[in-house]
């Protein structure tokens, strides 16, 4: 998905812009930092999480043991959880009227996350800042 398909398919479905936070790969894309990515992650409180799955159809995609909480797909686009919600509430930017993760916030999770494609994701960030970021801060 790129920008503008991600801006349409989020204004779609109305969300409370208070109760979630576009985040990772789908952030890069809002920050015009990456092309396209194939869903939308969002991260959400834990009051908009249970709305979320009583109102939409939700599919599961998978538990997550170490913050013991479902991640859901909606339509398979929108896939969310509460998982990053709580670390980042106020470290975001309004992008054309949705709260998006701010780029430090989106370097601290790929960091976190320091997967083959996070690895990835930090050098087009590095581009884009066209500064050297640390790849593990454990």
Known sequence: MKRTEIIEELKKYDFDEKE????????????????????????????????LEEHYECELERYDDKNHVNIYYIHGIINFSTNYYSEDIDDFVMIDGIRVQSIPAIIRLKQMLNRPKDLRDLELIEKFLNRKIPRNIT
Do not use: F, M, N, W
């Open 20 to 51: 979630y936070l576009v985040i990772s790969s789908a952030a890069l894309v809002i920050h015009g930092i990456k092309e396209e990515t194939k869903d939308i992650d969002i991260s959400v409180t834990r009051k908009y999480y249970q709305y």
